[in-house]
Nanobody, 122 residues
Framework: QVELVESGGRLVQPGGSLRLSCTVS????????MGWFRQGPGQERELVAA???????YAGHFVKSRFTVSRDNGKNKVWLEMTNLEPEDTAVYYC????????????????WGQGTQVTVTS
């Protein structure tokens, strides 16, 4: 069974940085697109950033170069580097794997982790 496990979420002050990790098991990550999504309180889940199997990157409109997604297929890991965090970035962050379809569409993702909480507050 495919498993995605996120880690790295915690409470951080505005302006701070975090690095989220996603470890993937029982899935050939190298051939597929990977994404990070987030869901804030009372909000819909939205794309943060995604990376194709050949390392092209797509980012949500709110990212504004603050976040960077990367992957290491040999380690079965995906990372999300976040800088200059704002209270509006508070959300549960999810790692997801896509087997086909538009990389920017949530419906293209077949496998999801349980999420990691990021809280940005002073």
């Amino acid at each position: 069974q495919v498993e995605l496990v996120e880690s790295g979420g915690r409470l951080v002050q505005p302006g701070g940085s975090l690095r989220l990790s996603c470890t993937v098991s029982r899935f050939t990550m190298a051939a597929h697109n990977m994404g990070w999504f987030r869901q804030g309180p009372g909000q819909e889940r939205e794309l943060v950033a995604a990376i194709t199997w050949d390392n092209r990157i797509y980012a949500g409109h709110f990212v504004k170069s603050r976040f960077t997604v990367s992957r290491d297929n040999g380690k079965n890991k995906v990372w999300l580097e976040m800088t200059n965090l704002e209270p509006e970035d508070t959300a549960v962050y999810y790692c997801a794997a896509s087997t086909a379809g538009d990389i920017t569409s949530i419906t293209s993702y077949d496998y999801w982790g349980q999420g990691t909480q990021v809280t940005v507050t002073s």
